[in-house]
């Protein structure tokens, strides 16, 4: 099979493109996180800075209302990580991703504490227990655990969480409120029925316009579902080979954006799925090891990207009333690097904490 060379930096700027980071994109917030099949939202807030980055106009106020509507929500999904997801995916993508989250548990720590205990039992005594009202893990524990009184308590209510669609309900993830996690079921919440038989070759394709170009292995991190090769196979797609031999996968009408395309310095949220949905990293740390920016228990930090790689890391700090932006460069930054750096942190803080008091500015570690 002849296929088409594609460098790096070009898998670079597409994915940039694709993930609506060359320039903010003019689009409604709950379009994006449709486009994006979703952002990681282990951090309940980091898809605020990870929608902002993205959007010309973000508000991050008017977002929060989206999770009030119960037009996104915030369960379990790819990875086996909180998701936030529009409605209409988190009823379509749960089911089909089901047999990873199944399998997940049956390798985890929590296996042996559900022991002897039926799967169809305990989703009946995890729907009467929320039957009411949203619940947060303590008093599932207490519910459950006394229901089955043999298995330990906490490997119950993860076991629900993964054998049955919760949602983290609101306020839980609106920006500035400090709230625990509460559950409720997804058909429950949004007043709909799981997708009975959602289409793969459907999904397959809109992790493309969001992913691609990309191989199975892509496929398969970004999922942690299985069986991608045979299934790309049968679709009608455009193929590239990598620089290192790898076989990638495309939409057919799907355009590369070419390598030289200049890309502003930017922040990136934590737990953003940009550097988390693809088996080769490569095309977004450059060659920045992995470790640099995902710790061993996957704490993923929040990036900085300098001519369109990752360049180092960011976060917030409070302290006393007062907000900053504090940057941890990996390299020392080139003057208009810094200021466009400064600039957007400025703009960042402005719009996260519109209306706080205390003094706001962007800090530089020392590279």
């Given amino acids: 099979m002849v296929t088409e060379l594609v460098t790096r930096r070009t898998l670079n700027r597409t994915l940039l493109s694709r993930q609506l980071l060359l320039e903010r994109a003019d689009m409604g917030p709950e379009d994006a996180v ?28 008017a977002f929060g209302r989206l999770l009030a509507e119960r037009r996104v929500v915030r369960l379990a999904l790819m990875r086996n990580t909180v998701h936030l997801v529009t409605a209409a995916d988190a009823l379509r993508l749960r089911p089909w991703l089901q047999p990873a989250l199944d399998r997940g548990l049956r390798s985890s720590a929590w296996a042996a504490g559900i022991a002897g205990v039926g799967r169809d039992a305990l989703l009946a005594a995890g729907r009467e227990a929320l039957a009411e009202q949203p619940l947060g893990p303590p008093e599932l524990r207490a519910l459950l655990g006394a229901r089955f009184p043999t298995a330990d308590p906490a490997s119950l209510v993860n076991a629900l969480r993964t054998w049955a669609p919760l949602v983290q309900v609101p306020p839980r993830g609106v920006w500035g409120v400090s709230c625990g996690v509460r559950y409720a079921f997804a058909d429950d919440w949004l007043g709909a029925p799981l997708a009975a038989d959602p289409d793969p070759a459907d999904l397959v394709r809109r992790y493309l316009a969001a992913f691609g170009p990309a191989g199975p292995a892509d496929l398969q991190k970004w999922s942690s579902l299985t069986g991608f090769k045979r299934l790309l196979a049968g679709l009608d797609l455009r193929t590239y080979t990598t620089e290192d031999g790898q076989v990638l996968h495309d939409l057919p009408d799907a355009e590369l954006t070419d390598p030289d395309t200049p890309v502003a310095a930017r922040f990136v949220a934590d737990f953003d799925n940009l550097l988390l949905s693809h088996a080769d990293r490569t095309r977004i740390l450059g060659d920045v090891p992995k470790s640099r920016v995902i710790s061993v228990n996957g704490i993923v930090s929040g990036t900085i990207l300098v001519d369109g790689f ?58």
């Fill in 34 to 61: 449709t486009h994006l099949l979703g952002l990681q939202s282990q951090n309940a807030t980091s898809v605020y800075p990870g929608l902002w980055t993205r959007l010309a106009g973000f508000d991050f106020a």
């Fill in 310 to 367: 990752v360049g180092g890391t960011w976060r917030f700090e409070r302290a006393k009333g007062a907000a900053a932006v504090v940057v941890t460069p990996f390299a020392p930054l080139r003057a208009p690097d810094r200021d466009t750096l400064e600039a957007e942190g400025l703009r960042l803080l402005a719009a996260a904490y519109e209306g706080a008091s205390g003094v706001r500015g962007v800090r530089f570690e020392r590279a």
